[in-house]
C-alpha cells in the first residue's frame, strides 16, 4: 500500500513526470552518442536509424517502471477501490431501504415490480417472491390507461411526481396511499417510489368532514 501510494504521488506530480522524461531522455541519448562515436563510420540514414533504435531501447525500460507501471497499478487499485466503494453504497442503500418505515417498490418502465422491501409487503400482503413475479397494476384497482400514462408523462418531464392513488391488498381490501416516485434513466428507466397508507388519515378527515355539514345543517333547521 505504501509503494502505491508513493506511485499516486508521483502521478499526481506534473514536476516529477517532467523530470523523469527529461533525465531519461538524457540519459538515453548520452549513452547512445558514446555507442555511436565508437561505432565504424557510417552513413547519415544509417546513424539515424541506429540513434532512434538505441533510444528507443534505452528510454523504454526507464518510462515503462518509472511511469506506465505505475500508471496500470494506480488505475488498477483505483477502480478495485470504486468497485468496492460501489458495493458498500448498494449494500447500505439496501439497508436503509429494507428498513423503511414507509413502503418502497422499483418498477421498470413497463411496470414490472423489480424490487420491494417489508413494509411494501405488509401494505400489500403478498410475499417478496409473489410481488416479484407481479406489475405495479395488479395492485391498483381500476386504473385506466389514460391514468396511467399521465402518470408516466408527468414523470417523465419533471423527474419527479407525488399524488393519491387507491391499492388493493390481497385480500380484496381497498386503500388510498400517498406516492412519491422518481424517474431514473438507467437501466433502461427506472421508477423509484415511497407509499404511505393514509387510510386512516382520509377516513378521519371524511368523518370530521361529514360531522361539520351536520352540524351546519342542524344550525340551519334552528334558524
Request: proline share 3%; net charge negative; with cysteine.
Amino acid at each position: 500500500m505504501k509503494n502505491l501510494q508513493n506511485h499516486s504521488f508521483r502521478l499526481k506530480s506534473p514536476a516529477s513526470i517532467f523530470l523523469i522524461v527529461v533525465l531519461s531522455v538524457f540519459i538515453a541519448e548520452a549513452s547512445v552518442m558514446l555507442l555511436l562515436y565508437y561505432l565504424p563510420q557510417r552513413s547519415l540514414f544509417i546513424g539515424a536509424i541506429i540513434d532512434a533504435t538505441l533510444l528507443i531501447a534505452l528510454v523504454s525500460p526507464a518510462l515503462y517502471f518509472f511511469l506506465f507501471r505505475p500508471l496500470v497499478i494506480h488505475i488498477r487499485e483505483r477502480a478495485r477501490i470504486d468497485e468496492v466503494l460501489h458495493k458498500n453504497e448498494e449494500e447500505q442503500f439496501k439497508v436503509m431501504i429494507r428498513t423503511s418505515l414507509d413502503a418502497f417498490l422499483i418498477t421498470d418502465m413497463q411496470g414490472r415490480i423489480l424490487e420491494v422491501n417489508d413494509a411494501y409487503c405488509n401494505m400489500t400482503g403478498y410475499s417478496r417472491e409473489a410481488l416479484l413475479k407481479m406489475t405495479a397494476a395488479d395492485t391498483e384497482p381500476a386504473e385506466t390507461p389514460e391514468e396511467a400514462e399521465k402518470y408516466i408523462g408527468t414523470l417523465l418531464e419533471t423527474g419527479s411526481n407525488r399524488f393519491e392513488a387507491r391499492k388493493r391488498r390481497k385480500d380484496g381490501q381497498i386503500q388510498i396511499v400517498e406516492v412519491s416516485s422518481n424517474y431514473s434513466n438507467l437501466y433502461g428507466g427506472r421508477i423509484y417510489s415511497f407509499l404511505r397508507d393514509i387510510s386512516e388519515r382520509k377516513q378521519a378527515e371524511e368523518q370530521r368532514a361529514c360531522l361539520l355539514q351536520e352540524i351546519e345543517s342542524a344550525n340551519e333547521e334552528l334558524k
